[in-house]
């Protein structure tokens, strides 16, 4: 009885002494926040201590007391020890996952593959781990660090998840963003001069770019390993965003049809074969050039009605042409079937999710195509018949035929009298004059209008301009000739033809001048 309660009050004692031990509440209150290096050894020393003293104490009492009662004070240190244990547990998880952190990285950047270098630096993260929870266990304790040593594989595990995610979507990333790049201008660019070759042209686009883009990511893909059914699904979502951003694309170009039907209209209309603006000359036939037009504008509107990335035949460029090009065709054709064939909103042989217009779409874009391109139309009939008229100088057949017939008796009048066929000729020679002085074939080159008000100008000067001349000659013979009474010996042959050609050149000259050649002619002769 009396070693049970002395052996119970120096456990006591004992109990109260290591609480109060400067060492140990440095180390509590240090393992709180940090970890402590040697903690285990230090924490045994102090407990090595206060068991010694308590084993001192009561060595003279009975053996089985003295166990009892040590047994049940190590229980109670070993109870207030534990949570400073478990922090200090804690610091070595913590410290161990940063540093896997950091080496995990540092081995994706040197290029190692992510399943390789997570497997590696997880394995030597857990034994880095393991040997330090091993520096913290106590030698009076036996206590397992497996659930703390769990929750540092799971949270491992969970960054690797985490940065596989991460890596995988940027890698997912970065080849839509190749994709989008390789495919979405080019296909725009087809769409622009769409033809025969269009669709064709952008599937085997698509084929290249998409093999390349799915090569690609395979190879990156194999530093992963993962499992294949994974890496197909991956794989086959890469070639499906490929294969929409295409049919993204053709939808954004069918809502802007319109406009390019009528720059292909305008283009095909008013420049020629060689590119060059078309000028209307009176000789171009306007309806085969504006039926050409159209029936480019309704190809490129039947490029744009489907979506065509698959093997399968359709016949809407056929429906269209007939129906909007030549629908008096279609229709005595199809004389016993009274049905608008673009009465419906879905394509023969085309399901509508690859439906961009449907027939009853393309026939109002042709209505509002057809509003709008009528004017061009007109303008070119207008410049053509204005072209026309400016370079018909005869008068139209009927005209002719009427004053072959009511001219005739004036024809017989000059038969009978031939000298009115000089004064025709005089008066041509003065007609001939006054065209030349007046420059009538440049008056009219702007119009009839311009080329009228031009003459009417020009005229009454340019006659006044001839007759001053003529009386002008006149009156030079005249005072010439009067102060001699004997007329003078006839000067050479010669002589009187360059006088007589250079009167007849003054009386004709094309420009308005005051000079004439005559009087210093004959003074020369004097």
């Not at 896997?100 to 081995?107: G, I, M, P, Q």
């Not at 201008?185 to 001069?193: K, M, N, Q, Y």
């Not at 139309?377 to 018949?385: D, K």
């Not at 000659?473 to 010669?494: R, V, Y």
Request: glycine fraction near 4%.
């Amino acid at each position: 009885m009396v070693a049970t309660v002395r052996c119970e009050e120096i456990a006591n004692e004992k109990f109260s002494s290591f609480i109060e031990n400067e060492e140990w509440h440095e180390l509590e209150q240090t393992v709180q926040y940090q970890p402590v290096p040697g903690f285990g050894r230090k924490l045994t020393s102090i407990l090595n201590v206060c068991l010694s003293e308590y084993d001192a104490e009561a060595t003279y009492f009975d053996e089985g007391v003295r166990t009892s009662k040590r047994k049940q004070l190590e229980d109670k240190l070993l109870q207030l020890v534990q949570p400073a244990y478990q922090f200090m547990l804690g610091h070595i998880r913590t410290g161990t996952l940063d540093k896997f952190k950091e080496a995990f990285d540092t081995a994706l950047k040197e290029g190692k593959g992510f399943a390789s270098a997570a497997r590696d630096c997880s394995e030597y993260s857990i034994l880095q781990f393991d040997e330090a929870s091993a520096g913290a266990d106590i030698d009076q304790a036996n206590w397992d660090s497996s659930k703390v040593r769990e929750k540092l594989r799971r949270d491992i595990d969970a960054h690797i998840t985490a940065v596989r995610g991460a890596n995988l979507s940027e890698l997912t990333s970065l080849y839509e963003t190749k994709l989008n790049e390789a495919l979405a201008d080019p296909v725009e660019a087809l769409f622009d001069g769409a033809s025969n070759d269009t669709w064709p042209a952008i599937k085997k686009l698509l084929r290249r770019e998409t093999e390349t883009a799915v090569t690609g990511f395979s190879n990156e893909l194999l530093g992963f390993e993962m499992d294949e059914a994974t890496k197909n699904k991956m794989l086959s979502n890469l070639e499906n965003h490929a294969r929409g951003i295409v049919e993204a694309k053709a939808k954004e170009e069918a809502g802007r049809v319109l406009i390019r039907m009528k720059d292909r209209f305008s283009t095909l209309f008013s420049h020629d074969a060689e590119s060059m603006p078309r000028i209307w000359t009176g000789k171009e036939d306007i309806r085969a050039i504006t039926k050409t037009a159209r029936s480019a504008s309704v190809k490129l509107l039947s490029i744009m009605a489907a979506i065509r990335l698959d093997d399968e035949a359709d016949n809407i460029e056929s429906t269209l042409s007939l129906a909007l090009v030549d629908p008096k065709a279609v229709a005595s054709s199809n004389k016993s079937i009274s049905a608008d064939p673009l009465a419906s909103s879905t394509w023969d042989k085309v399901p509508s999710s690859k439906t961009l217009l449907t027939p009853v779409q393309c026939k109002s874009l042709w209505r509002q195509f057809k509003t709008e391109t009528e004017y061009t139309v007109g303008q070119a009939i207008a410049a053509q018949e204005a072209s026309r008229r400016n370079n018909n100088w005869l008068p139209p057949p009927w005209a002719i035929l009427a004053l072959l017939i009511l001219g005739f008796n004036e024809f017989m009048t000059l038969l009978r009298n031939p000298l009115y066929l000089g004064v025709i000729f005089i008066a041509f020679l003065l007609f001939k004059a006054l065209w030349v002085q007046l420059d009538v074939a440049d008056a009219f080159r702007n119009g009839a209008l311009p080329g009228i008000l031009a003459l009417s100008t020009k005229l009454v000067p340019t006659v006044m301009n001839i007759l001053k001349k003529l009386a002008d000659e006149g009156q030079t013979g005249g005072s010439s000739a009067a102060p001699q009474n004997n007329p003078p010996p006839p000067p050479p042959k010669t002589l009187q033809s360059g006088l007589s050609s250079s009167a007849s050149s003054e009386v004709t000259s094309s420009e308005n001048k005051n000079e004439y050649s005559s009087p210093s002619t004959h003074q020369k002769l004097q």
